[in-house]
């Protein structure tokens, strides 16, 4: 009777995996993405991604002396956030923008929702939502890749002053997706694996993408149920509709490679705090995920709907897990 019983709630056995050490090794799965874009893009990219990323962490620690709480900024959750909300935007985007936006992302999502843990949509995604409201043709305008002095020279762009309108030196033609839409053009998958295409800083090599979350699935950091049911989901109902018509549905291939998909699903769906907490509630919000990408690409007024797809499957995680529970060890099923 001397030695004290203590009493805890689940779970009792944990990897020993931190926070920390979570969000360094999602940094590390971003870097090849991150090195790419700036190949693709040159400096218009560093800074955009710099600024995102400046932006994100100052808002943090503002925000947490004015709401009188300890700092965050070691945990690296907020460089994820600033980090992918950078790869989001269309490299040349004017800096004041991407400010912006990074205020909005962790001031307004994170912050006033309660900090790390407590945000009820992904931060990126909410910043990136509101430069689309607030300044849609910025955020459809874009750089060239591969262009001549990407290296030494900047888009007149991105150094425009806060609330004056961008100038453009050059434009490059669609993006696959908006030239699918549009024009009923489709993209090799070639050129879309190996990021030969125009778009946002993250929506480049395809293969980078998947590799970096496939380092996190093996180390045991991602629930791989999430990407894997958004992929089956978009490769089976856009197969479906492929079948039906060829020349007016867009291939599995090229609905899985193009846009923001394979970034939005191995690193902004994962999110722990906005998806369900259940193995069989994350296969029903993939799946959800899935069936909204392909409906607002097929037949929305957008060419691309990860961003609203995956906010909307954040919307209904509380009730995914409320009608998705495990059976408890021991009961039967009603």
């Not at 089956?232 to 492929?242: D, K, P, W």
Request: hydrophobic share 50%; proline share 6%.
């Amino acid at each position: 009777m001397s030695k004290t019983l203590e009493i805890r709630t689940s779970p009792h056995i944990h990897s020993g995996h931190a926070v920390d050490s979570i969000m360094f090794n999602v940094v590390l799965a971003l870097l090849p993405t991150t090195l790419f874009a700036f190949y693709v893009f040159g400096l218009a990219a560093l800074l955009t991604l710099s600024t995102a990323v400046v932006s994100c962490v100052l808002t943090e620690f503002v925000a947490g002396r004015l709401l009188g709480k300890p700092s965050t900024l070691g945990d690296w959750s907020v460089v994820i956030t600033g980090l992918l909300y950078g790869l989001t935007l269309p490299p040349g985007l004017p800096l004041w923008m991407v400010v912006v936006g990074g205020v909005i992302a962790v001031g307004l999502t994170k912050s006033l929702f309660g900090g790390l843990g407590y945000n009820v949509f992904n931060p990126a995604l909410v910043g990136r939502a509101f430069l689309q409201a607030a300044f849609p043709v910025a955020m459809t305008s874009w750089v060239p890749g591969f262009a001549e002095g990407r290296f030494t020279t900047l888009p007149s762009s991105t150094l425009t002053l806060p609330f004056t309108a961008p100038v453009y030196d050059a434009i490059t033609s669609a993006t696959p997706l908006s030239a699918w839409k549009f024009d009923g053009l489709a993209t090799g998958s070639r050129d879309l694996a190996l990021g030969f295409v125009s778009g946002s800083a993250g929506e480049t090599c395809a293969v980078l993408i998947l590799l970096g979350g496939i380092y996190l699935i093996v180390r045991n950091m991602m629930n791989w149920r999430i990407p894997a049911s958004i992929f089956a989901t978009v490769v089976a109902l856009s197969g479906a509709l492929y079948l039906v018509d060829s020349t007016r549905y867009a291939s599995p291939a090229f609905m899985l490679l193009s846009g923001g998909l394979m970034l939005g699903a191995m690193f902004m769906a994962t999110d722990m705090v906005g998806s369900p907490l259940t193995p069989g509630g994350c296969w029903v919000y993939g799946a959800l995920i899935g069936v909204l990408v392909v409906v607002i690409r097929t037949w929305g007024g957008m060419p691309e709907g990860v961003m609203y797809a995956i906010l909307l499957g954040n919307a209904m995680t509380p009730h995914i897990d409320r009608l998705i529970r495990p059976r408890v060890y021991g009961s039967k099923r009603a």
